[in-house]
Protein backbone atom coordinates (compact mmCIF):
# COMPACT_ATOMS: atom_id res chain seq x y z
CA UNK A 1 0.00 0.00 0.00
CA UNK A 2 2.87 2.57 0.97
CA UNK A 3 4.47 1.48 -2.30
CA UNK A 4 1.53 2.34 -4.78
CA UNK A 5 1.09 5.60 -2.75
CA UNK A 6 4.99 6.69 -3.44
CA UNK A 7 4.33 5.71 -7.24
CA UNK A 8 0.71 7.86 -7.64
CA UNK A 9 2.75 10.53 -5.87
CA UNK A 10 5.68 10.07 -8.75
CA UNK A 11 3.26 10.13 -11.37
CA UNK A 12 1.53 13.12 -10.17
CA UNK A 13 4.61 15.34 -9.57
CA UNK A 14 6.06 14.16 -13.24
CA UNK A 15 2.79 15.41 -14.89
CA UNK A 16 2.93 18.47 -13.06
CA UNK A 17 6.94 19.10 -13.97
CA UNK A 18 6.08 18.17 -17.66
CA UNK A 19 3.65 20.87 -17.58
CA UNK A 20 5.49 23.55 -15.71
CA UNK A 21 8.92 22.33 -18.49
CA UNK A 22 6.20 23.37 -21.37
CA UNK A 23 5.27 26.38 -19.81
CA UNK A 24 8.04 28.27 -18.86
CA UNK A 25 9.69 27.49 -22.40
CA UNK A 26 6.98 29.05 -23.91
CA UNK A 27 7.08 31.75 -21.48
CA UNK A 28 9.10 35.12 -21.96
CA UNK A 29 10.46 36.01 -18.77
CA UNK A 30 8.13 37.95 -16.30
CA UNK A 31 10.92 40.31 -14.93
CA UNK A 32 10.64 41.20 -10.72
CA UNK A 33 8.94 38.76 -9.16
CA UNK A 34 6.57 39.93 -6.28
CA UNK A 35 8.22 38.88 -2.61
CA UNK A 36 5.31 36.88 -1.82
CA UNK A 37 4.66 34.97 -4.55
CA UNK A 38 9.05 33.44 -4.81
CA UNK A 39 8.04 29.90 -3.73
CA UNK A 40 5.69 29.74 -5.63
CA UNK A 41 3.67 29.40 -9.26
CA UNK A 42 3.00 32.65 -11.20
CA UNK A 43 -0.40 32.90 -10.32
CA UNK A 44 -0.69 32.05 -6.80
CA UNK A 45 1.51 31.88 -3.60
CA UNK A 46 0.25 28.91 -1.99
CA UNK A 47 1.04 26.62 -4.76
CA UNK A 48 -2.11 24.60 -4.57
CA UNK A 49 -3.36 22.29 -7.30
CA UNK A 50 -5.35 24.94 -9.48
CA UNK A 51 -1.66 26.43 -10.60
CA UNK A 52 -0.68 25.72 -13.92
CA UNK A 53 3.25 25.85 -13.36
CA UNK A 54 5.94 25.95 -10.74
CA UNK A 55 9.25 27.54 -10.08
CA UNK A 56 12.24 25.85 -8.78
CA UNK A 57 12.88 26.66 -5.32
CA UNK A 58 16.53 27.61 -3.80
CA UNK A 59 18.33 25.75 -1.89
CA UNK A 60 18.26 27.79 1.04
CA UNK A 61 14.47 27.49 1.49
CA UNK A 62 15.22 23.76 0.99
CA UNK A 63 17.38 23.96 4.22
CA UNK A 64 14.71 26.05 5.59
CA UNK A 65 11.66 23.93 5.08
CA UNK A 66 14.10 20.99 6.60
CA UNK A 67 14.88 23.07 9.79
CA UNK A 68 11.47 23.59 9.80
CA UNK A 69 10.26 19.88 9.95
CA UNK A 70 13.08 18.78 12.26
CA UNK A 71 11.93 21.76 14.79
CA UNK A 72 8.42 20.19 15.02
CA UNK A 73 9.31 17.80 17.81
CA UNK A 74 12.68 16.46 18.91
CA UNK A 75 11.54 12.69 20.21
CA UNK A 76 10.43 11.38 17.07
CA UNK A 77 12.04 7.98 18.43
CA UNK A 78 12.04 5.84 21.47
CA UNK A 79 15.26 4.39 21.54
CA UNK A 80 16.33 8.46 20.92
CA UNK A 81 14.16 9.76 23.69
CA UNK A 82 13.51 9.44 27.52
CA UNK A 83 12.06 5.69 27.87
CA UNK A 84 8.78 5.74 29.15
CA UNK A 85 7.47 3.97 32.16
CA UNK A 86 5.51 0.70 31.92
CA UNK A 87 2.69 2.40 33.47
CA UNK A 88 2.78 4.80 30.74
CA UNK A 89 2.74 2.41 28.02
CA UNK A 90 0.04 0.48 29.85
CA UNK A 91 -2.38 3.85 29.92
CA UNK A 92 -1.49 4.37 25.51
CA UNK A 93 -3.33 1.32 24.86
CA UNK A 94 -6.79 2.74 26.63
CA UNK A 95 -6.74 5.62 23.98
CA UNK A 96 -5.53 7.19 21.25
CA UNK A 97 -5.57 10.31 23.44
CA UNK A 98 -3.07 9.31 25.92
CA UNK A 99 -0.90 8.91 23.29
CA UNK A 100 -1.07 12.26 21.52
CA UNK A 101 -0.60 14.02 24.83
CA UNK A 102 2.59 12.41 25.68
CA UNK A 103 5.67 13.94 24.15
CA UNK A 104 7.35 10.08 24.28
CA UNK A 105 4.15 8.64 23.26
CA UNK A 106 4.11 10.76 20.28
CA UNK A 107 7.79 9.46 19.58
CA UNK A 108 7.33 6.23 19.41
CA UNK A 109 3.89 6.19 17.49
CA UNK A 110 5.73 8.15 15.24
CA UNK A 111 8.65 5.39 14.50
CA UNK A 112 5.59 3.28 14.40
CA UNK A 113 4.44 5.17 11.49
CA UNK A 114 7.73 5.89 9.84
CA UNK A 115 7.44 1.81 9.18
CA UNK A 116 4.09 2.48 6.98
CA UNK A 117 5.48 5.27 5.60
CA UNK A 118 2.90 7.87 7.06
CA UNK A 119 4.64 9.65 9.18
CA UNK A 120 3.80 12.78 7.58
CA UNK A 121 0.50 12.69 9.23
CA UNK A 122 2.24 13.27 12.54
CA UNK A 123 4.66 15.70 11.59
CA UNK A 124 1.38 17.54 10.26
CA UNK A 125 -0.17 17.36 13.50
CA UNK A 126 2.75 18.43 15.25
CA UNK A 127 3.12 21.53 12.73
CA UNK A 128 -0.20 22.46 13.15
CA UNK A 129 0.29 22.60 16.89
CA UNK A 130 3.40 24.88 16.72
CA UNK A 131 1.74 27.36 14.30
CA UNK A 132 -1.07 27.57 17.05
CA UNK A 133 1.28 29.10 19.47
CA UNK A 134 2.57 31.46 17.45
CA UNK A 135 1.62 35.07 17.79
CA UNK A 136 3.81 36.81 15.37
CA UNK A 137 1.83 38.08 12.23
CA UNK A 138 4.80 37.66 10.09
CA UNK A 139 5.57 34.07 11.76
CA UNK A 140 2.69 33.11 11.10
CA UNK A 141 2.44 33.66 7.39
CA UNK A 142 5.47 31.87 6.93
CA UNK A 143 4.84 28.76 8.87
CA UNK A 144 1.66 28.68 7.03
CA UNK A 145 3.57 28.47 3.66
CA UNK A 146 5.87 26.06 4.55
CA UNK A 147 3.03 23.79 5.72
CA UNK A 148 1.34 24.25 2.64
CA UNK A 149 3.81 23.54 0.66
CA UNK A 150 5.66 20.37 2.88
CA UNK A 151 1.92 18.83 3.36
CA UNK A 152 -0.92 20.06 1.25
CA UNK A 153 0.55 20.89 -1.88
CA UNK A 154 -0.13 18.06 -4.03
CA UNK A 155 3.86 17.98 -5.44
CA UNK A 156 5.07 17.19 -1.97
CA UNK A 157 6.45 14.04 -1.02
CA UNK A 158 4.85 14.45 2.10
CA UNK A 159 1.30 15.00 0.95
CA UNK A 160 -1.43 14.20 3.50
CA UNK A 161 -4.39 12.95 2.38
CA UNK A 162 -7.12 15.34 2.74
CA UNK A 163 -11.22 15.30 1.29
CA UNK A 164 -11.96 18.06 -1.63
CA UNK A 165 -13.93 19.85 1.28
CA UNK A 166 -10.97 20.45 3.86
CA UNK A 167 -9.20 21.61 1.05
CA UNK A 168 -11.58 23.95 -0.21
CA UNK A 169 -11.43 25.16 3.08
CA UNK A 170 -7.48 25.44 3.50
CA UNK A 171 -7.67 27.54 -0.24
CA UNK A 172 -10.14 29.86 1.48
CA UNK A 173 -8.17 29.95 4.94
CA UNK A 174 -5.48 31.15 2.84
CA UNK A 175 -6.27 34.28 1.67
CA UNK A 176 -5.82 35.52 4.86
CA UNK A 177 -3.27 33.14 6.55
CA UNK A 178 -3.80 32.67 10.91
CA UNK A 179 -2.50 30.40 13.31
CA UNK A 180 -5.34 28.65 12.62
CA UNK A 181 -5.63 28.37 9.09
CA UNK A 182 -5.20 24.40 9.40
CA UNK A 183 -7.38 23.50 11.97
CA UNK A 184 -10.10 21.68 10.33
CA UNK A 185 -7.19 19.75 8.28
CA UNK A 186 -5.41 18.95 11.69
CA UNK A 187 -8.50 17.21 13.25
CA UNK A 188 -8.76 15.07 10.13
CA UNK A 189 -5.70 13.73 10.28
CA UNK A 190 -6.17 13.45 13.98
CA UNK A 191 -9.07 11.21 13.02
CA UNK A 192 -7.12 9.51 10.40
CA UNK A 193 -4.30 8.42 12.75
CA UNK A 194 -7.01 7.28 15.72
CA UNK A 195 -8.76 5.02 13.18
CA UNK A 196 -6.39 3.63 10.82
CA UNK A 197 -2.76 4.10 12.57
CA UNK A 198 -3.27 3.69 16.04
CA UNK A 199 -4.80 -0.10 16.68
CA UNK A 200 -2.20 -1.00 14.34
CA UNK A 201 -0.05 0.72 16.60
CA UNK A 202 -1.22 -1.05 19.39
CA UNK A 203 -1.89 -4.84 18.09
CA UNK A 204 2.18 -4.46 16.44
CA UNK A 205 5.03 -6.14 17.63
CA UNK A 206 6.56 -2.45 18.13
CA UNK A 207 4.53 -1.42 21.01
CA UNK A 208 4.83 -5.37 22.79
CA UNK A 209 8.27 -5.46 22.13
CA UNK A 210 8.09 -2.12 24.53
CA UNK A 211 6.20 -3.52 26.96
CA UNK A 212 8.15 -6.60 27.43
CA UNK A 213 11.32 -4.50 27.54
CA UNK A 214 10.10 -2.43 30.63
CA UNK A 215 8.70 -5.09 32.12
CA UNK A 216 12.50 -6.80 32.71
CA UNK A 217 13.88 -5.67 35.77
CA UNK A 218 16.93 -3.56 35.79
CA UNK A 219 20.34 -4.85 35.70
CA UNK A 220 21.98 -5.31 38.57
CA UNK A 221 24.90 -3.00 39.20
Not at 2 to 31: C, D, F, N, Y
Request: proline share 4%; aromatic share 8%; glycine share 2%.
Amino acid sequence: MGSERVEMRKRQMQIHQEAAASVLQTRPSMGNTPTNASNACCFCWCCCCSCSCLTVRSEDETIQRSTFEHRTEDTSNCEESRKPTLEDAHSWSTSFERVMKSAIGRGCFRQFLRTEFSEENMMFWLACEELKMETNKTVVEEKVRQIYEDFISILSPKEVSLDSHVRDVINRNMLEATSHTFEEAQQQIYTLMQRDSYPRYISSTAYTDLLKSLEQPPPEP
